[in-house]
Nanobody, 124 residues
Framework: QVQLVESGGGLVQAGGSLRLSCAASGLTFNMYNMGWFRQAPGKGREFVAAISRTGDSIYYGDSVKGRFTISRDNAKNTIYLQMISLQPEDTAGYYC?????????????????WGHGTQVTVSQ
């Protein structure tokens, strides 16, 4: 049974930082591209970042470029999202996802497995 478990969310003031983690189990982790998506209340799921199986290809959504960094540790079956300079508009549930496709996708529909999410709230 595949499980993706996010952690590291919380309440932070504007300008602050958080580091999210996503621990994977039940799959051959180094065969999956991994992504982070977020969803704010009343809005659709937004692409945040994605990383290829080996970590050599990385993509970011325009709204987070230069502030967020995705990484992975295949030995620990874990991906990370380092977030700095957080703003209130970053407030959302953050979800990690796994995709075994050949190409690393920026589209939520391509991802096969999803975690339950971790909440990030950024106050003024």
């Amino acid at each position: 049974q595949v499980q993706l478990v996010e952690s590291g969310g919380g309440l932070v003031q504007a300008g602050g930082s958080l580091r999210l983690s996503c621990a994977a189990s039940g799959l051959t982790f180094n065969m999956y591209n991994m992504g982070w998506f977020r969803q704010a209340p009343g809005k659709g799921r937004e692409f945040v970042a994605a990383i290829s199986r080996t970590g050599d290809s990385i993509y970011y959504g325009d709204s987070v470029k230069g502030r967020f960094t995705i990484s992975r540790d295949n030995a620990k079956n874990t991906i990370y999202l380092q977030m700095i300079s957080l703003q209130p508009e970053d407030t959302a549930g953050y979800y990690c996802a796994a995709d075994r496709s050949f190409r690393t996708s920026l589209y939520a529909g391509a991802y096969e497995y999803w975690g339950h999410g971790t909440q990030v709230t950024v106050s003024q």
